[in-house]
């Protein structure tokens, strides 16, 4: 049976092309639940993958998309049975396994997790791994003892799938906020998913050459890299948290180590694609129930067809241009 998904090729010199193609179901990879795609969602790594980055996937014809939501249709497994609606988040989809940018995928069972009942397939993909990274790394700075009373967080890329959804859950778990944006017109949208401050780039890039810098935030959630993080580590408040979970701007990370050993701060890394799938259950309990969150998603959400994705938004992804999330219904 034909199927429609997003095609990424290379030819012999390199030159990377994609293309809406139809492919077949029995060239999918072997695994244990073929399921039907209804929705999926636009990540920086899906836009890497798509552009050939051989860091995110190694060989290529290939079809990104490292999230997908839809129902069970083939199965071998009794958790999952036919009919069941079924998500993946993670892993190796959409990496070097073909993935959600596409009306079907095979997955292994043991990446396969149950809808909650009270959200559509869109409302999951909204979420999606960059809703889910943000909640891994406000729980991670909680276990080390961040609390809303030390001070406002610096949230980067603040625009971004990760960065709209580390604004909200901090904003709804009481926290003040400082967010980071080079858009100028973000301002209404940041203020609605609960900002409290709004500032420019500049606001975090201290390029003094300082070891250390006046404290003026007490933890962070960092999606850049480079020198941005090094300053949100170098401005942080004694004891506080900084969670880096993205390098849209640099993999490096210069500085010195005086932030740890003088100001006891912390740095934690969210790599959230290969957590055990009891705790990804956990988590994604807790999004399902979080009132807050679920009443603004529609705020977040842009969604757009398979052939929209290809034409228009992974490139917008790779400019920067992305305001919130990007939803990709697989069945327009």
């Not at 073929?34 to 999926?40: A, P, T």
């Not at 791994?129 to 001070?151: C, H, I, S, Y």
């Not at 901090?170 to 940041?190: D, F, H, M, R, V």
């Not at 807050?292 to 052939?307: M, P, Q, Y």
Request: charged share 20%.
């Amino acid at each position: 049976m034909a199927f429609k998904a997003l095609w990424i090729t290379e030819d012999s010199n390199g030159k990377i092309s994609r293309e809406i193609k139809k492919r077949e179901i029995a060239d999918l990879p072997d695994g244990d639940v073929l399921i039907r795609v209804h929705y999926s969602g636009l990540n920086f790594k899906d836009a890497l993958s798509a552009s050939g980055n051989k860091g995110i996937t190694r060989k290529y014809p290939h079809t990104p998309g490292i999230d997908a939501a839809g129902i069970v249709e083939q199965t071998n497994n009794a958790e999952f049975p036919v009919g069941a609606e079924v998500f993946v988040s993670g892993y190796d989809l959409g990496m070097n396994t073909s993935g959600g940018f596409a009306q079907y995928v095979r997955v292994p069972a043991p990446w396969i997790i149950n809808k909650p009942a009270n959200l559509s397939f869109k409302d999951v993909m909204t979420i999606g791994t960059a809703g889910f990274t943000a909640a891994v790394a406000l729980r991670k700075m909680e276990l080390l003892g961040q609390v809303p009373a030390a001070g406002p967080l610096v949230i980067t890329g603040s625009t971004g799938g990760v960065g709209s959804f580390a604004v909200l859950l901090a904003a709804s778990a009481g926290y003040q906020t400082i967010a980071i944006t080079g858009k100028t017109n973000a301002n209404e949208y940041l203020h609605s998913l609960g900002a409290t401050t709004i500032e420019s780039r500049s606001f975090v890039d201290d390029k003094s050459g300082k070891a250390l810098i006046r404290p003026q935030w007490a933890g962070g959630i960092e999606t850049i890299g480079g020198n941005i993080l090094q300053t949100l580590l170098k401005g942080c408040k004694p004891e506080g948290t900084i969670a880096c979970t993205g390098l849209v701007a640099s993999n490096l990370l210069e500085g010195t180590v005086f932030p740890f050993i003088l100001n006891g701060v912390n740095l934690v890394g969210v790599g959230s694609a290969e957590m055990p799938i009891g705790k990804k259950k956990e988590i994604w309990n807790q999004l399902a129930n979080n009132k807050i969150l679920l009443g603004n998603l529609s705020a977040i959400a842009t969604e757009v067809s398979l052939d929209e994705l290809n034409e228009v938004y992974i490139e917008k992804m790779l400019q920067g241009e992305i305001m919130g999330r990007i939803v990709v219904n697989t069945q327009l």
